[in-house]
């Protein structure tokens, strides 16, 4: 079974980042006490896999907690008002912790790169057009 690769950024998380870590070590040494209690020699090694990676994941963390002054940081959630009127909700978070579904970006995510260090008012170039950061907090 190939291991799961770990980024080579800096593993920036937030609060709520490292929450969620600790959280998947502690269900994977629950699965793995019950994988061995029934033997399942596929489910081990797939899970001891996962622990693994989860495992250097907590070792790295940075936690980093959201200091807005002024401008996109990671941690920041900002808002974003297009040209045709439309806005969408962008928060910068940890690798571990994206879900772009849920507006929740990685701080090496292209989009995030373009707000870093952007502010209130200021115009950003996305690639579907530019967008205005409206709201910062």
Same mark, same amino acid.
């Given at each position: 079974m190939p291991e799961l690769q770990v980024s080579p950024h800096r593993n920036l998380v937030t609060? %709520?980042?490292?929450?969620?870590?600790?959280t998947n070590v502690e269900r994977l040494q629950a699965e793995l006490s019950d994988a061995r209690a029934s033997e399942d020699r &596929? &489910?081990?090694a797939r899970i001891q896999r996962d622990l693994r990676y989860w495992t250097e994941?907590?070792?790295?963390a940075e936690v980093v907690t959201a200091a807005t002054a002024g401008t996109v940081r990671f941690g920041s959630t900002v808002t974003l008002a297009k040209a045709d009127g439309s806005r969408v909700e962008y928060q910068i978070v940890g690798e571990d912790e994206a879900d772009p579904a849920r507006g929740r970006i990685?701080? %090496?995510a292209p989009i995030a790169k373009l707000l870093i260090g952007a502010g209130e008012g200021d115009a950003v170039v996305l690639p579907d057009g530019e967008a205005t950061v409206s709201r910062l907090r």
């Amino acid at each position: 079974m190939p291991e799961l690769q770990v980024s080579p950024h800096r593993n920036l998380v937030t609060p %709520v980042g490292r929450q969620q870590i600790e959280t998947n070590v502690e269900r994977l040494q629950a699965e793995l006490s019950d994988a061995r209690a029934s033997e399942d020699r &596929s &489910s081990i090694a797939r899970i001891q896999r996962d622990l693994r990676y989860w495992t250097e994941r907590l070792r790295t963390a940075e936690v980093v907690t959201a200091a807005t002054a002024g401008t996109v940081r990671f941690g920041s959630t900002v808002t974003l008002a297009k040209a045709d009127g439309s806005r969408v909700e962008y928060q910068i978070v940890g690798e571990d912790e994206a879900d772009p579904a849920r507006g929740r970006i990685s701080y %090496v995510a292209p989009i995030a790169k373009l707000l870093i260090g952007a502010g209130e008012g200021d115009a950003v170039v996305l690639p579907d057009g530019e967008a205005t950061v409206s709201r910062l907090r």
